[in-house]
Nanobody, 123 residues
Framework: VQLQASGGGLVQAGGSLRLSCDAP????????IAWFRRAPGKRREFVAA????????RYANSVKGRFTISTDNAKNTVYLQMNSLKAEDSAVYLC?????????????????WGQGTQVTVSS
């Protein structure tokens, strides 16, 4: 499964961006899809995950109340709406798939990864 993440860019603090993740030629079926991020010099960090089947989701504490993960079944796309962005949200954002459908998996349990999209928040 090849994942494509898009929607990143440069935004001022307090602004918003919406990231998209899709898999051309493939459907998400019963998967769980997550967003991670990686800032320079830091470890890959979980951001949010959603179950394609039932829509259950979870978020990292650092983004709760600001970010929303959602799905569009017709477009086979997962979105990450990011509001009230802060400088510390700057990172490469990657989408990943857990083909077993769990939103609670650790980073090593995700089976497929996209190439990432850069988000830069200026303060």
């Amino acid at each position: 499964v090849q994942l494509q993440a898009s929607g990143g860019g440069l935004v001022q603090a307090g602004g918003s961006l919406r990231l998209s993740c899709d898999a051309p030629g493939h459907t998400f079926n019963t998967y769980a899809i997550a967003w991670f991020r990686r800032a320079p010099g830091k470890r890959r960090e979980f951001v949010a995950a959603i179950s394609w089947n039932d829509g259950n989701s979870r978020y990292a504490n650092s983004v709760k109340g600001r970010f929303t993960i959602s799905t569009d079944n017709a477009k086979n796309t997962v979105y990450l709406q990011m509001n009230s962005l802060k400088a510390e949200d700057s990172a490469v954002y990657l989408c990943a798939v857990d083909k077993h459908g769990s939103i609670w998996g650790a980073v090593y349990e995700y089976d497929y990864w996209g190439q990432g999209t850069q988000v830069t928040v200026s303060s």
